[in-house]
């Protein structure tokens, strides 16, 4: 059985793939050419933001953002403490500071209460400007926006929607990399869209915001890329890339997100009797970039864990460290009380094997020995 089964996925779309990847190389235009501008359309209108635009990767993605935000040195950004570690580097790696944020028991997702709450810390301490908010739609479930978007006008804040793994969600309809300010995604081989190398896009109804990452994300170019007016960084999507993800993309919207849905709710109910199961609250929809169930202690979690290996059950910890206390951010001096739920987490979570190629059979099997290891 695999976590997430990339393979199965290829056999049946081989011809298509195949033959996208050819035209591409029987033209032998590379960089640049029909195949990306077409999935950058494709992409604006199914998510339905005025502009999207390709790059090389989901953190690449972010940095652009916070480049052509202008995010810098003394400048606070709030981040949830449980997502991946890029959530927090982007920042960091444009010289801010990244303030990380307790998340919701429920849904993964960062608290907006804890949020408002931090927002007044920083401001009261004095010492960082709070310039933005990235929330983080974790395991394909959309941050909660609305509350989200009511404090950061509060606040003057922009807000990044960090959609890595949350590209095929909605609230109410509205699709994930729709929200806040601007928006991004990464097309990494395991994400819910993914490609077959690296790759990432950015979202936004902004044109200024738009036109300026355009020329960031090629050295900083003018009228053209020999004509550099800023200083920018080399941040492409190839078309072999975009050629594979015009075929998948079809395939995502027509079947694969139902797909995982189904699953999530044969999963729920196999076990929702002896295990907290994924919550999807009421409107919401998820892309379950993961399906990630709570168990009631770390030695429980990590039995299981091996319990399933034993199997021939892969599982996966998403995380096994909150975000203040990886060692790339000692320096900041977190304190370690801010982040009960996070921590709680970290201890808890299992990730059980969700892709869109998942049969009945292998869910009925994760599920049997699992209620055999709690029964
Ligand atoms: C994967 C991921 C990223 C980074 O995407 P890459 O394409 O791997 O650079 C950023 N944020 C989150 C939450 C992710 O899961």
Redesign the pocket.
Known sequence: MQFRDLKTQYLKYKREIDSAIEEVLSGARFIGGKEVDELEKKLAEYVGVKHCISCA????A?TLVAMAWGIKEGDAVFVPDF??F??GEIVSFRGATPVFVDVEWETFNIDPVKLEQTIQETLAEGRLTPRAIIP?D?FGLPANYREIEKIAKEYNLLVLE?G??GFGGRINGKKACSFGNAATT???PA?PLGCYG?G?AIFTNDDHLAELIESLKVHGKGSNKYDNVRIGVNSRLDNIQAAILNVKLEAFVNHELEDVNRIYHLYNERLGDIVETPVIPDRYYSSFAQYTIKLKSRAERDGLKAKLGEEGIPSMIYYVKPMHRQDAFADLKYDDRSFPVTNRLCDTVLSLPMHPYLSEKDVEQVCSVIREYLG
Do not use: P, R
Not at 57 to 60: F, P
């Open positions: 990767n989901g953190t690449e972010m997502t991946f890029a959530t983080v974790l960090d890595a793994q990464s097309f990494f994400k690296d990432g």
